[in-house]
């Protein structure tokens, strides 16, 4: 069987081994932690006493319920069967404060008038403006849009102004009790006696900055929160302080231990099941990521993401499968406080309680870091102040001594997986390449043709040693059926015999004749790892109507129901045409002569793997089949053209003997010889003494 026609083989086989891999190993179980103010497992029919609130809407103050309406509201959760809904908004160590007796008297003498309102960060003109929604619910930001991304390719420019059209990183996760967001802080249990309100569900004063807002929270119990959040002149990056100030005696030198909320409400970017999506992300201080992939099947899941204890973080975040949100402690109060980060798993829970699927009811993700405060004296105040990143998951925007350009890359490498070595170095050549032709479906054509070039000397050397061998096999070959009709009934003998007759005729298959295909698994799987996760070919068209090469091609919609696969939204051309092109490769590839009945199916089975191949990546990046097409239009000149014009030597050469062998066969003629000069030594002297006689 030829080099060629491995491939497919060895492709499928590693499709196989890779997938199974991921289907044994499953996403990583959470770490629960029970002390209280660390990672607290949350119990799944805990409401968090909170009535929906509709960011930017009013909402009365005295929304939180008391005590015996969370108890008959989890009881109700519990009968409904709705775990996962009331689980929604829960994170491990994230336990909410009940309200405390007199707390709607307190809350409603100091209400607050409810505001929201959108704010546009960044130099106009520039690709990384983003418009900002500021809210008071919680001293919170409830959404970020990025105002140069778009959720899809082909928009005008009117509808690009329009702010649903624009990628949202972060969005309000309104959830069957409440509403939460990103930057909020929620008491934990060690501060029930320090705070009054829950600081989710009340609004916060708010004050106009140049380049932000600054909301504060004046609480019933003696404690003044102030949270800034700043606008950085770095791109796509918050800055966001948060000083705890005593305003009585008696709350002064307290622990309190505080939830801050770093990202709320992230979604998915596409339905690529290749990548699953969201996920939550932290790393401890200089260490490895902790990373948590989200499964929808199942109970909601809660989680440290990172465990140890005291173990310092360096960041926390969510990432989908091109976006990011991401925060950073940027002070040494920040990073001495930061204790632990957990994630939670949101449902709808409306879906779930009226019989809908969990995977289906599946929403986002939200991450907390966990900070244990001690309130200053009175007058005074403690701030820990953090970064934020909510931009592309590409360094591309940040520059060399940005601290989250580190992060970013970090983040990158572990969607690479084990081929990030390889993918990295692949999308730093298409970079080159795209620099110089402008066009990335050019890039992968141009790359794929490089491949193969390089491969060629290899390839060709390859192929002349197997047509020779075949030229040396149809010469044996009558040796070979006389000795399999001679011991046909003497397994181990005719075994013996073709191995003695082989080794003769120097007719063993040449090794490293698979070299050429096992230098091109890593390059497939390395485009492979990519073109998955690249931002840069993130709505990147190619020609005609293949606007996104990231993305299925999606020639024309179909809406075609197929019984077991599922329903086909879209025809995809691309791999169909890679199918064909596969077939016809193996259809000019010179097939072996041979009886050996395994070997005949062995090339039956080979028929089928393109069409198997097809199947696997036929809702997958139009780049990795364009590679695919282009490669196997190279093998089909190279067997059609390039043999024509420079025909392969299968002359059979002649018996080469190895150095290893020359030397064995040296050693043996010295044993002959000394053997030979033994035994006449030994008649001389037998001879002589006869003689002498």
Not at 62 to 84: I, K, M, N, W, Y
Not at 521 to 550: C, H, M, N, T, Y
Not at 572 to 593: C, D, F, T
Not at 660 to 688: D, I, P, S, T, Y
Request: aromatic share 8%.
């Amino acid at each position: 069987m030829g080099m060629e026609k491995r491939l497919p083989l060895a492709l499928v086989l590693c499709f196989l081994i890779l997938f199974g891999w991921e289907a044994i190993q499953g996403p990583p179980s959470p770490t629960d932690v029970g002390a209280e103010g660390t990672a607290a497992e949350v119990a799944t029919g805990e409401a968090s006493g909170a009535a929906d609130v509709v960011p930017g809407a009013a909402a009365p103050a005295e929304a939180a319920s008391s005590g015996q309406d969370l108890e008959e509201a989890a009881s109700v959760g519990e009968a409904d069967g709705s775990t996962a809904g009331s689980a929604a908004g829960s994170v491990a160590g994230s336990e909410e404060v009940a309200p405390m007796e007199g707390e709607s008297e307190l809350q409603e003498a100091a209400a607050v008038e409810p505001w929201s309102d959108w704010i546009e960060l960044g130099a106009p003109g520039s690709t990384e403006r983003a418009f900002v929604r500021f809210d008071s619910l919680g001293g919170s930001v409830a959404e970020i849009r990025l105002a140069d991304f778009f959720i899809a390719e082909g928009l005008s420019d009117e509808q690009r102004q329009e702010r649903e059209n624009q990628v949202a990183v972060v969005q309000p996760a309104v959830t069957h009790e409440q509403t939460l967001q990103t930057f909020m802080v929620r008491p934990q249990i060690s501060a029930r006696e320090l705070l009054v309100s829950d600081l989710t569900t009340v609004h916060w004063e708010h004050r106009l900055l140049d380049d932000g807002v600054e909301f504060t929270h004046r609480d019933a119990g003696g404690l003044t929160l102030v949270k800034t959040i700043r606008h950085s002149s770095e791109a796509f990056q918050l800055e966001v302080a948060l000083a705890v100030e005593s305003t009585t005696a008696a709350v002064a030198g307290k622990r309190a231990t505080l939830g801050f909320l770093t990202s709320v409400g992230m979604r998915a970017e596409g339905q690529d099941s290749f990548y699953q999506e969201p996920n939550a992300v932290a790393a401890a201080s200089g260490g490895e990521l902790s990373v948590h992939l989200l499964d929808p099947e199942g109970q909601p899941r809660t989680g440290a993401l990172v465990s140890g204890g005291r173990s310092e973080i360096g960041f926390l975040g969510t990432h989908n499968k091109y976006f990011m949100m991401l925060a950073r402690p940027s002070n040494d109060l920040a990073r001495a406080v930061l204790s632990e980060a957990n994630w939670g798993a949101l449902w709808d829970p409306d879906w779930v309680m009226d019989g809908g699927a969990m995977d289906e009811g599946f929403q986002d993700v939200m991450v907390e870091g966990v900070l244990e405060l001690t309130t200053a004296s009175q007058g005074a105040s403690s701030a820990v102040e953090f970064s934020a990143y909510y931009g592309p998951k590409s360094a591309r925007w940040l520059g060399a001594e940005d601290p989250f350009a580190p992060i970013v890359e970090q983040v990158q490498r572990e969607d690479l997986g084990f081929f990030d070595g390889v993918a990295s170095v692949i999308l730093g050549f298409l970079n080159f390449l795209h620099g110089v032709v402008g066009n990335w479906g050019v890039a992968i054509i141009i790359l794929t043709l490089c491949v193969r070039s390089l491969l060629f000397p290899l390839n060709r050397r390859m192929q002349t040693s197997m047509a020779r061998h075949a030229t040396k096999m149809k010469r044996v070959q009558p040796k070979i059926d006389a000795i399999k009709k001679k011991y046909e009934d003497d397994p181990k003998r005719l075994r013996q015999e073709q191995a003695r007759i082989f080794q003769e005729e120097g007719a063993m298959p040449p090794i490293g004749g698979c070299l050429p295909v096992f230098f091109q698994i890593p390059i497939f799987f390395g485009l492979f790892s990519a073109l998955r996760v690249s931002f840069d070919l993130r709505q990147e068209p190619f020609l005609g109507w293949i606007k996104d090469l990231s993305q299925p091609d999606q020639l024309m919609r179909i809406d075609l129901p197929v019984p077991i696969i599922g329903p086909i939204e879209y025809f995809n051309l691309l791999p169909i045409l890679m199918v064909v092109l596969w077939i016809g490769q193996q259809k000019v590839v010179p097939k072996p002569a041979t009886d050996n009945e395994q070997a005949r199916q062995m090339q039956k089975m080979m028929m089928w793997m393109p069409i198997l191949f097809g199947v696997f990546l036929y809702n997958y990046a139009a780049g990795l089949s364009l590679y695919m097409i282009t490669t196997s239009a190279f093998g089909i000149m190279e067997y059609t053209v390039i043999r024509r014009i420079w025909p392969l030597d299968e002359s059979e050469q002649p018996k080469k003997k190895s150095r290893w062998m020359e030397k064995l066969e040296n050693l043996q003629k010295q044993a002959v010889a000394q053997q030979e000069a033994q035994r006449k030594g030994g008649q001389a002297r037998g001879g002589g003494g006869r003689k002498k006689r």
